[in-house]
């Protein structure tokens, strides 16, 4: 797992399949926030991860999954078992990640089942932890971190993704909802969706963010000027 930082308070933390993101409230002694978990097994190398930025695992209180394909949300329940991490996610996705249901399957482009058969290649097999608790989330809430992290319901690429927006940092998470070209950062909708309809609605209404910092569960985040980026994206 790569860890970089983006900003003195926003570290990215790359998997071989999907990324999270690291936010530190206030000094460098504030509260931590996890924004997704990676797949099944990144509980631990998120943990040494943490520890190798000179803070305890503890610190971390919450993990919010912006949705719940297992590159996102499979070490949620084994990073929150650490030190007692709320797990938040949307109320549509929450009964897949608990266990309860199963996650309806993306809607393939032709072209996309190559890029999905690769990419699963890559997750490791079982493992998964549940988490002991989930916090659901309906959309609309302001949370309290990142000086109120505005949660924005996108269904389209799971019927429960959302994206967090930090207006006083300028930060936007999309989760998959968008990504980066793995060839030249292109900023672009995100694939294997339930309903591209929905996702260009939701690209588009992410656009009209006052956003200057894009972090995307997959490809490079745009670490400034990323409205303009979004925008071209959802209305090219």
């Known amino acids: 797992m790569d860890v970089i930082e ?8 790359r998997f071989a399949v999907g990324q999270a993101y690291l936010w530190r409230d206030g000094d460098d002694r504030g509260e931590l926030t996890l924004i997704d978990a990676g797949p099944a097994g990144s509980g631990a190398p998120i943990a040494e991860a943490v520890t190798a930025l000179g803070r305890d695992p503890r610190d971390v209180r919450r993990i919010v999954l912006t949705h719940f394909h297992e590159d996102h949300a499979g070490g949620a329940g084994e990073f929150a078992a650490f030190g007692g991490a709320e797990v938040l996610v949307h109320r549509l996705d929450a009964p897949v990640v608990r266990g309860e249901a199963p996650g309806p399957p993306p809607v393939f482009e ?3 089942r190559p890029l999905y058969e690769q990419a699963a290649k ?3 097999e079982g493992g998964f932890v549940r988490p002991a608790q989930v916090t659901e989330l309906a959309g609309g809430e302001v949370l309290d971190w990142g000086g109120g992290a505005h949660v924005v319901h996108v269904p389209g690429h799971t019927h429960g993704s959302i994206a967090l927006h930090l207006p006083e940092h300028g930060v936007l998470f999309t989760g998959d909802t968008v990504a980066a070209s793995p060839v030249d950062g292109t900023v672009i909708p995100g694939v294997f969706n339930l309903d591209r309809s929905q996702v260009s609605a939701a690209c588009r209404r992410l656009a009209e963010l006052d956003t200057d910092v894009a972090c995307f569960g997959h490809g490079d985040p ?3 000027g990323a409205a303009g980026a979004l925008r071209a994206m959802a209305y090219a």
Request: avoid cysteine; charged fraction near 30%.
């Open 122 to 124: 890559l997750l490791p």
């Open 110 to 112: 032709d072209w996309e």
């Open 222 to 224: 745009v670490k400034r």
């Open 6 to 13: 983006l900003l003195p308070r926003l570290h990215l933390l």
